[in-house]
């Protein structure tokens, strides 16, 4: 008596294989990349006509040399020193303001009645890009830095919400069970068990994050809040290019600058 | 110490740690002690005085740059101005008129996304291939040749370029040379995702295991063969499940090039708002969250499949 594989094994696959379901996606996607070029009215003609071309290669040619008077320059200086300003204090206020909304969103302390809605507040904070809560706070705090700095804490109190909750329930939970067991209050717990432990990772976020708003903060300005973006489209608008240059190369210097200070802060951390 | 009776600790409970310490029933004045003793008090109370008092003068600056006056937002008239507005929102704007060209805006920004996102990849690709040094043929005996090291280094540095100027500096530039219009967005996409994915693509490249190549190589394939027989194989899924990603992000991306007007619903959105319409606002920030969520769950989906 020969005991055959067992019967599961033969099965016939299903209808859908993992090949069908590949090639249909694939097919889906093209055809969502036709459709987007067929559906936008392209100008590649008069993008790459003579004209344009000429027109692209003299516009190119206006960016030099960029404008170094002194007194521009120290204008752009003072905006690179408010964007600075805007992204750390966005980044500040964000870090406090998520730090409150995350421990109702955290599944370790309180129930679904506060952490549904708290949820739900984060990730529409979050959904919502800085340059689009920068133009609806230009309504309520006027042209300027402040707008910018709102938008940015409003942004990043979503994203740092959520990231302090998850870590928060990551937690190990020894430490606060110990507590609570000793009789310490809910208080008591999260203030010595639960945030030393999760103190390093919640700094190491709001880092992160103010890294990403400084880079967000140097064009919010284009919608007029602040910073060196108010200043670049202020300039570009004016078709004045040697000083939009100037704020240009400030930008990529400020860009570049974190992205390098970044890789060496992290570099030496991880070491 | 005379307690009233009803402040008592019960002789099952503690008032100080709500549990059975027994504190209680033996000599209040002990608890009085415990709770006075330098053992209580913070230890560190002085260094952390110090780092308030230094953040707190850090932090002044940062106030007077950045004009922070909240309370500026509290007087009288722009209160109103915020609350005309916002008392706007409801009802959202339902009419069929403006639904369809919100239909149309969010197909728009869809594919100005997806469109920019095809464009990333046809030069992220050939950038990503000649940067990428487990192709270098001249390196299997050896050190990489000048040639092809200033070769790698400089498909690099183009990555690098286009990969720091933001999307909207570039929309912002386009919309100045081809006019208003999906043109720049998908242009502004293309280029800063370009230099985004081919950074990604090589460094995924170069993170593989390099055996099967460099094999390849060393019995006279050619470097195209050797990418697609060897390279390609092991990090098709780790390319194809980033590329998704970087179009889950175009899409957000593509409504905040909207506003300095390369279509779709950012630029609809920017009309509205500086028309104070606060029914129509309301409306296409809950599409947008609808799409930034669908978006979310079908690259999420998506890169689950390959998994």
Known sequence: MSAGPPAFERLPSGLITPRVRAGSVLLAAIALVVASFWSLDLQWSALWSRDSLAAMARFAGEFFPPDTSALFVSKVVQATAETLAMSALGTLVAALFGLLLALPAARTHGGALWRVPTRLLLNALRAVPELVWASLMLITAGLGPMAGTLALALHTTGVLGRLFAEAIENAPPAPAFALRAQGARP?????????????????????????????????????????????????????????????????????LAVDTTSYFARRAMTR | MWLPRWRRAKPWQCRWCGASCGVMETDPGLLMAAVRSPYQRDPAWRGRLAWLLVS??????????????????????????????????????????????????????VAIATAGVTLALLLAAPLALVATAALSISSLSGRMGVVPFVTRQAARALMVALRTVPELVWALVFVRVVGLGPTSGVLAIGLTYGGMLGKVFAEILEGSDEHPTRTLLANGGGRLQAFLYGLLPQAAPELT????????????????????????????????????????????LLVFIGLVWLADSASAWLRGLLR
């Open chain 1, 187 to 255: 208080a008591q717990v999260l203030l010595y068990a639960t945030l030393p432990q999760v103190a390093p990772q919640l700094l190491s976020y709001t880092l992160y994050r103010w890294e990403n708003n400084i880079r967000a903060a140097s064009i919010l300005g284009v919608v007029g809040a602040g910073g060196l973006g108010q200043l670049l489209s202020y300039h570009l608008g004016l078709f004045q290019m040697g000083r939009t240059a100037t704020v240009l190369l400030a930008m990529l210097a400020l860009v």
């Open chain 2, 56 to 109: 707190a003068v850090l932090l002044w600056p940062l106030l007077v740059l950045t004009e922070f006056r909240p309370w500026r937002m509290l007087d009288s008239r722009s209160l109103q101005v915020t609350a005309h507005f916002l008392a706007g929102f409801l009802p959202p704007a339902l009419d069929a008129d403006f639904l369809r060209v919100v239909a149309r805006e969010t197909w728009r920004t």
């Open chain 2, 241 to 284: 499940s980033y590329t998704i990603y970087r179009w889950e992000c175009a899409i957000r991306s593509s409504v905040v090039l909207g506003f300095v007007g390369a279509g779709g619903l950012g630029q609809q959105m920017d009309s509205s708002l500086k028309m104070l319409a606060g029914n129509e606002v309301a409306t296409m």
